[in-house]
């Protein structure tokens, strides 16, 4: 059983910070690539950043819409997955969602391809 919990979402002003953070458990399911979505209304899910599992993996993926804004991280102490926003505009506007899986998923993510993910949590950025 995989469990994934987002949290760190809400609603700010553009040019603000926020940091979210996704918990991931597991008993015997090993997550290897883990990814952040978003999808505002209207709009097709998009991965804004991935990255793989041990330290000697290649840098994180980033959407061209926010590198340079955003990072993506990864605490293996507490199995905890974040994203730094930074220089937040009103089009990051969008439910976030956290995604994993067991195998190494190619570069740049594709949500149909990710066995497990969290409920999402709501950004909202206003001009």
């Known amino acids: 059983q995989v469990q994934v919990v987002e949290s760190g979402g809400g609603s700010v002003q553009a040019g603000d910070s926020l940091r979210l953070s996704c918990a991931v458990s597991?008993?015997?399911?090993?997550?290897?690539?883990a990814a952040w979505f978003r999808q505002a209304p209207g709009k097709e899910r998009e991965g804004v950043g991935a990255?793989?599992?041990?330290?000697?993996?290649?840098?994180?993926y980033y959407a061209d819409s926010v590198k340079g804004r955003f990072t993506i991280s990864r605490d293996y102490a507490s199995n905890t997955l974040y994203l730094q926003m930074n220089s937040l505009k009103s089009e990051d506007t969008a439910m976030y969602y956290c995604?994993?899986?067991?195998?190494?998923?190619?570069?740049?993510?594709?949500?149909?391809?990710?066995?497990?993910w969290g409920q999402g949590t709501q950004v909202t950025v206003s001009s």
């Open positions: 990255l793989y599992a041990g330290r000697d993996s290649p840098p994180p």
């Open positions: 597991w008993d015997t399911y090993r997550p290897y690539s």
């Open positions: 995604a994993v899986d067991a195998r190494r998923l190619s570069f740049p993510p594709v949500h149909s391809h990710y066995a497990y």
